[in-house]
Structure formats: C-alpha cells, structure tokens
C-alpha cells in the first residue's frame, strides 16, 4: 500500500510569486494508494472556487475521499469554526471553507471525523511573501482528524496540528486515544507541527520515513510524518520535486510482517 502525506499550501507555490496551480495536473500521474492532504481550499476566491479534494479524487480516479472543513471562511482573514451541519466529510457546501482531506484508491468501510480543538493563543510564524519570509503574529485555527476504515485491514487517520507547543502533542494523543478504539492496523499521517521526531519519541508509535519535510527550498525539519502503531514492514519512496507547497511530500509503500 502506497501511502502519501503533504500540506498542500492550497496549491501555491513556495513563495507567492505566480498563481495557484491546478491540483488535479499535479497528482494525475502520482502513483499512490492514500493520500493525505492538509492547507486544501473549497469554493475559495483565491484559488477559483475549487472543490480541490474532489478535484484530485477525480484526477486520479479515486472512489473513496473525505474533506472536513476545519474553518468557514479564509484563513489569515476572517473565519469562524464549522457548526454541526458544516462538519460533514464530503463538500455540499457553497461556502468557502479550508481543511483537510483524505483521497483513497482503496474501498472505505466507514469514515469518522474527530475534534481536536485549538490553542486560545497564536504564535510568531514565518510567512512567505514577495519580499521572502517574514515574521507574522498567527492566531491558531480548529484542527480536526479524518479517520478511514479501510477493507484491506488498515485504519488509517491524517490530520494537521497545532502549531502551539504542547496544544499539537495533547492533540495527537486524543488522536491515538480514540483510535485505539478502532479495528485494523492503525496508521498516522499529516502535518503534525512537531519535529525532531518527538512523535515517535513521546509515544509508542514508530515513524515510517525520516525526512526534512520543511521548508520546501530548503528543508531544515520534519514536521510531516507517517506513523505505524504496529511493526510494519516499510519502505521509503521518492518523489520529484512539485512546483507547488512549503512543505515537501513524504510517501511510503507499507506492508505488515509476513505479507
């Protein structure tokens, strides 16, 4: 099973200097069997109203996908978090929201959506801009978890944490808490927003590739993982270099022991 994560940055590039890029070009001839996505658009004006998690189940063929909205309205501006009927896993809503996606080839038993909650407190971050990077006062945004069932054994979940210290590690072990109640082999992808591999240091989950994942120019750090509850056996796939995103890919083909 190809498993692919990567923060999207909505389909712009490194640093904004040209326009978005369509999705579905990108990941047309992208060979995988799961894709975890996070920073994707719906009905946003800056990115011509894509639907952009349908856009690359479409491009690819792929049956099964989920978006959860983690916001209503446009991030860095004004937004407000989902209510109750916003926060379904398909996009029927007109409008714009930003969130995350799941995107898989594989037949999916049943899908959950999991609250994470966020930080009452933002952070000084680096942003990207004409004139290179500069430092921003960022205030934190919702964070949720897509979990699928899938019918080949697997359970797998992406997500993308906080970028507060402390707040993203409460919320990956809400994460592994719930799907400890789940059947299968349980996986972990996204943009968890921890590096130095504390992931796997702060808890019994192993990391399945180790890679400089940030930022995209220059990787210095991993923020983007997949992880494996259980012993697997894995192997680390290379991809070319996108036109797209500040954070790099990370992809893996994974196998359980024996298989």
């Known amino acids: 099973m190809k498993v692919i994560s990567w923060n999207l940055l909505h389909g712009q590039p490194p640093l904004p200097q040209g326009p978005n890029i369509d ?7 992208l060979d995988f069997d799961l894709l975890g996505v996070q920073e994707v658009d719906e009905n946003q004006p800056r990115t011509d109203g894509a639907r952009q998690v349908e856009a ?4 690819t063929g ?9 916001l209503i309205g446009t991030p860095g501006g004004v937004w407000r978090k989902p209510v109750e009927n916003e926060a379904e896993l398909q996009s029927s809503q ?15 038993k049943k899908w959950h959506r999991l609250e994470l909650g966020k930080a009452w407190i933002g952070m000084p971050l680096a942003v990207g801009g004409k004139k290179g990077m500069r ?15 899938l019918e080949n054994g697997f359970t797998v979940a992406t997500t993308h944490l906080s970028f507060v210290p402390f707040v993203n590690y409460f919320q990956l ?5 719930f799907m400890a109640k789940l059947p299968g082999t349980h996986l972990l992808l996204g943009d968890l927003n ?14 399945l590739g180790i890679k400089k994942t940030y930022p995209s120019w220059k990787p210095a750090i991993q923020f983007d993982y997949i992880m494996g509850k259980e012993e697997l056996d894995y192997s680390q796939i290379s991809l070319a270099k996108m036109a797209i995103s500040d954070h790099l890919p990370l992809a893996v083909e994974i196998k359980k022991l024996g298989q």
Not at 56 to 59: E, H, L, R, T
Not at 62 to 70: E, H, L, V
Request: aromatic share 10%; glycine share 6%; hydrophobic share 40%.
């Open 23 to 29: 999705l579905g070009s990108i990941f047309s001839d």
């Open 56 to 59: 690359i189940a479409q491009a």
């Open 62 to 70: 792929a049956k099964d996908w989920a978006y959860a909205r983690t």
């Open 94 to 108: 007109s409008s714009p929201s930003y969130g995350i996606g799941m995107i898989s080839k594989l037949p999916v």
């Open 135 to 149: 430092l921003l006062y960022i205030k934190d945004e919702p964070r949720v978890c897509i979990i699928a069932e």
């Open 173 to 177: 072990r809400k994460i592994q808490r």
């Open 194 to 207: 921890l590096g130095w591999n504390l992931p796997e240091k702060l808890t019994s989950w192993k990391t």
